[in-house]
């Protein structure tokens, strides 16, 4: 898995900014259908883990040839993996879910790689306001 660590968004000069987080990884072609089928709904168990774990504003997009791209925001990136390391629920899940993935070594939620967000409306919009004003 691929996991990008999105620049801080900022939503306030005197408010925590949360980070945004955005994933890729590639589900198995002839188990697309499948791994649909797995996350309409979700397991109500997995589902709080996610949400006690500080991960919300949560996605996954299932593009062409099995490409699946995630994203969610979280004030504290690190504590949500370690409290999702540490689940039995997640572990349990995850180990249900590796299995649908290509080149994937270990739990799909643990891989990443660190990517450098290249545009953010609104950041830009916000530098525009301070700069015309």
Sequence with gaps: MKRFILE???LHPMTAHPTRVCFE??????L???YVARHTPVHA????????AG????????GEEGRLIGYYETDDDVAA???????PIAAAWEAEMAPYFVGLAGRPDQ???PLTEVFHLADQLADA???LS
């Excluded at 990884?25 to 002839?30: A, H, K, Q, T």
């Excluded at 168990?45 to 006690?52: D, G, Q, R, V």
């Excluded at 991960?55 to 299932?62: A, E, I, P, V």
């Design 45 to 52: 168990e997995m589902l709080a883990e996610i949400a006690a």
């Design 25 to 30: 990884l590639r589900v198995r072609p002839e």
């Design 129 to 131: 306001g301070r700069t």
């Design 55 to 62: 991960r919300r504003n949560y996605s996954l997009f299932l």
């Design 8 to 10: 801080e968004e900022k």
């Design 111 to 113: 891989a990443a790689t």
């Design 81 to 87: 993996q370690a409290y999702l390391a540490a689940s």
């Design 32 to 34: 697309v259908d499948d």
